[in-house]
Every structure is written in C-alpha cells, then in structure tokens.
C-alpha cells in the first residue's frame, strides 16, 4: 500500500467525500476515485458503501481506516524524530501507567522542554496491555508500567515506586471503619478491577472467593462506578482526588505493603532516537 494513498482515503473519510477530499488535496476527483478503486482492488475488498450522500464505511473501510491513522501517525513520528534528532526538536510518545510515582518522569519532562523548546511530549495513560501493545506497535517510544514484565522483550530503567494498594469506597463504607484493613477484608465486596490482564495472578492470587462485577481501564469511569454503588475499586493511592470537602468517595490503603515494580520500558531490538535517549539521560540524573 501507497502512503499517499492512504492519506487519500483517510481524507476522504474526515471529509466525508471525495469531492470535499479532492478539494482538500488538490487533486482531481476523477483521480481520487481511481486511486481508491485501485486501492480496493489491491485489497480485493469494498471500503466504502456507495450510493449514500456521505461516505459509509464497510466494516474493512473500518478497520483500515484505524489501521491507516496508527501508520500514519507512525511515519509522522518517524520523520519527525529523525529530522529532530540532530538538534533536538520533534516528539516523544510515552504510555504511562496512572500513578502518583510519576514525578522523577515529570521532573525530567520539565528538563527536558525548558532547555529544547522544540520538543513535545506525549502521555498517554493506560494499563500495562494497553501502554505494551502501543509499545510494540511502534506508536509509543516509552512505556511506563506497573508490575511485572517480559525482560526478555523490553529494555527497562527501574522507578521508585511509593505509591500504596487500597481499595476507593463510598462515604461511609464499612472499610472506612477498620484502623488497617486488608486485601481479604476487601474481598467481601463486589468488587471493581483494572483490565490488565495480570491484575488477577499479582494482586488476588491465593485469595478465596470473591466478585468481580466490572473492570476498567482508567480510575475516572470506575470511580463514577463506585459512587453508584457498583462496586469498590481495587487501585493506587493518589490517582483519584478524595480530600476534598463534598467528595463523595475514600481511599482506604491495605495494610500490606506494595512490593509492585515500577518501570520504564523501551524494546530491545529497536533503535532510539537521539530525543528519546536525551529523556532517559534526564531520568537516570534524577534518580541518583
């Protein structure tokens, strides 16, 4: 497949048609049409439903067209970082994990952009699938997570990690009344997870029976959760604001310790831009 090609048909979708594309593009609608027949053919399927006033994706219009952003955004950065990498401008894409550990990262970030006016950085936040999966794809440089990993994949620098296990509770919840709970006390309740797919072997492994009644990916949708009366949210102390005066919600931390790791990682089998090697300079000199 032709980048420019597929430029042409993301175009055509933001648009939502060929003529308002060809407009945008500066090509001839008889010559966007033709490209994106070829591009069908190459494919040997339809991307689009034809005879709607707007474009209509297929279901195979669908999934490239997600499929194209990702790429695109992917030779975006590639250039971008390789025309930066001699003076020190371009972009740095970074999964994070939600956690308040993130300082030395933040203070290296603030380094980092004050001296190089010209670079920007990403956060993207996630659990660990999601922040790895990007990681391995190319779209992240950086992937920031929690807990254990493949050492055989990934390159890492260790983080301290200070942040503290417990569990986001209604006002008022019986857990608020124990001195220094524990896990297996939470246990008894229905209870809120995140998505990551480890969270189970790390965190309950060895534990009894207990309910699993939703998951989440980020704090924010669980927490609406949780003051509906849902369930209570297995997370990381600091995430979710609660000491506030009309906060609706409590952190209770368990009495157990977090012996949970904290990293950075990058894959071992790809080369760094001279940006990305800059931030984690920045990093180590603020973990010594």
């Known amino acids: 497949m032709d980048i420019r090609v597929l430029n042409y048909f993301v175009t055509i979708v933001q648009t939502k048609s060929i003529s308002n594309a060809a ?57 971008s970082s390789i025309r930066g990498s001699e003076n020190l401008a371009g972009d740095i894409y970074i999964g994070a994990a939600e956690t308040q550990s993130l300082d030395i990262v933040a203070r290296a970030v603030k380094k980092l952009t004050v001296s190089y006016p010209n670079i920007r950085i990403h956060i993207r936040s996630g659990n660990a699938d999601d922040v790895l999966e990007r990681l391995n794809r190319g779209v992240y440089d950086l992937a920031i997570t929690i807990g254990p990993y493949d050492i055989k994949k990934y390159n890492h620098l260790s983080l301290p990690n200070r942040d503290r296990w417990g569990v986001l509770v209604p006002k008022n919840h019986p857990l608020t009344k124990y001195k220094q709970p524990s896990l297996a006390d939470a246990l008894a309740y229905p209870l809120i997870v995140s998505a990551q797919t480890t969270i189970d072997e790390s965190l309950l492994a060895g534990f009894g029976d207990y309910r699993i009644v939703a998951t989440y990916n980020l704090l924010y949708n669980a927490s609406i959760l949780v003051k509906e009366g849902v369930g209570i949210a297995l ?29 950075i990682l990058w894959k071992k089998q790809s080369s760094q831009s001279g940006l990305t090697k800059k931030f984690l300079e920045l990093v180590r000199e603020e973990l010594k």
């Not at 040997?44 to 034809?50: E, I, K, Q, S, Y």
């Not at 506030?244 to 009495?255: E, G, N, Q, T």
């Open 23 to 79: 407009q945008a593009l500066h090509v001839t609608q008889p010559t966007l049409s033709r490209q994106i027949k070829e591009l069908e053919e190459e494919l040997g399927t339809v991307l689009f439903h034809r005879g709607s006033r707007e474009i209509q994706l297929t279901d195979d219009g669908q999934y490239l067209y997600n499929r194209a952003i990702e790429i695109l955004s992917l030779v975006d950065k590639t250039a």
């Open 235 to 263: 997370t990381l102390d600091g995430i979710i604001e609660t000491d506030f005066k009309d906060s609706k919600l409590d952190f209770v931390p368990f009495a157990e310790d977090n012996l949970d790791s904290l990293q």
